[in-house]
């Protein structure tokens, strides 16, 4: 598990997994993650990627997957999100707006 999660690594797989298990064995998705999940396959040598919704999984109108051995999973990151997250760290709140 590689991206935005909380706990990135290799885990183990005893018996059947989830995609969205996965994730939880992760600690989660963070929240500048963009609301995907890649999974990366190899078939027949060759790799191949699936892209799924946290969202579509979450309301099940998507299948939650269950992964195979080999499989990496990554959580893409929102650039956006991250942008946010800076720049309210470095910029003070108020309580209020001021009206000028």
Do not use: C, H, W
């Not at 963070?30 to 946290?54: M, W």
């Not at 309301?59 to 269950?66: G, N, T, V």
């Not at 959580?75 to 009206?99: C, E, R, T």
Request: proline share 6%; aromatic share 6%; no cysteine.
């Amino acid at each position: 598990m590689d991206g935005a999660v909380n706990k990135p690594g290799v885990f183990p797989m005893q018996g059947p997994m989830s995609l969205l298990q996965s994730v939880a064995m992760a600690g989660g998705m963070q929240e500048v993650a963009d609301g995907t999940i890649l999974v990366f396959r190899r078939i027949e040598g060759k790799t191949a990627v699936a892209k799924f919704s946290v969202a579509d999984l979450r309301s099940q109108k998507a299948s939650d997957p269950d992964l195979q051995a080999g499989d990496i999973v990554t959580v893409p990151s929102s650039d956006l999100k991250i942008g946010m997250k800076y720049i309210l760290q470095s910029v003070p709140l108020f309580n209020s707006f001021l009206l000028l």
